[in-house]
Every structure is written in C-alpha cells, then in structure tokens.
C-alpha cells in the first residue's frame, strides 16, 4: 500500500498537540491532510477535551470530506463523522469529528460565543484566504 507524504510527520505533530494549543501544518496538495491527518489525530480523541471540528471553504468540499472519513472508517455519515454545512446537517451526540464550512463556525462563535463541546478546530485549506476564514480564526483565539 503506498503510503501519504504526511504519514512521516504525522507522531510529531500528534506529539506537538499535547504541548501547544496552535500548530500550522504545511504540505503539497494530496498530502494527506484532509483525509488521513483528521482520523489519525481522531485515534488521540481520548485525550481532547471535546470534539474536532475540521473547516472547509465550500459546502461540496465539506460534503466529499466528511464522505470520505466516514468511508475510512467503514461508517455511515452521522456516526462518528458528522456534517453541518448550511443546508446539510447529518450529526449525533457520538460525533467525534465534525465537518463543517467556515460560515457554520462563524454563526456559532457569534451566536454562543463559546464552543466548550470542542477541543480542537482544523482550519482545512486555510491557504485560501477569505473574511470567514480570518473572522473563524480571530474568533476561536478569543475562545
């Protein structure tokens, strides 16, 4: 089986997690880290204090992503891996890992202004710089 370019950072960076609340992982396009970073760090879920929450630009994106993790796992959508977009919302209280766009985040922070049900948010190409990526980002360093 062919192994991700990310597979070789991917002890450290699960060791960097433990000591540093922000990490920024850059790697080419195909890397990994969309689809094999976030069940690898979900391995260490135990350890967070709530749920990982990964963002992506676009709804499609979100969509294909949560499918694909959910399909890594061998589970349906909802189960493990949940999915909110603006007009899909496939989660359960035993979601360990939720995808979700930046404007879900935004209207969570501004609506409850804190996010105590999450111990780790993933900014999913980040790269592509737009105002709910900056205002996501500012809003979870006030949390």
């Known amino acids: ?9 991917v002890p450290e960076l699960l060791e960097q997690l433990k000591h540093h609340s922000r990490l920024v992982l850059m790697a080419p396009p195909g890397a990994g880290k969309s ?6 760090i979900l391995k260490q879920a135990d350890e967070l204090p709530g749920q990982i929450w990964m963002l992506e630009p676009r709804r499609l994106a979100a ?23 603006g007009e899909t919302s496939q989660t359960s209280n035993n979601n360990k890992l939720v995808i979700m766009t930046e404007g879900v985040l935004t209207q969570k922070l501004l609506n409850e202004n804190d996010i105590p049900q999450c111990g780790l948010v993933i900014f999913d190409e980040f790269h592509e710089r737009n105002l709910p990526t900056d205002l996501g980002l500012a809003l979870t360093m006030q949390c």
């Open 1 to 9: 089986m062919q192994t991700l370019p990310i597979e070789i950072v």
């Open 35 to 40: 689809t094999f970073l976030p069940l690898e």
């Open 63 to 85: 969509e294909q992503v949560a499918r694909r993790l959910a399909q890594g796992l061998n589970e349906p959508l909802g189960k493990t891996i949940g999915l909110i977009t």
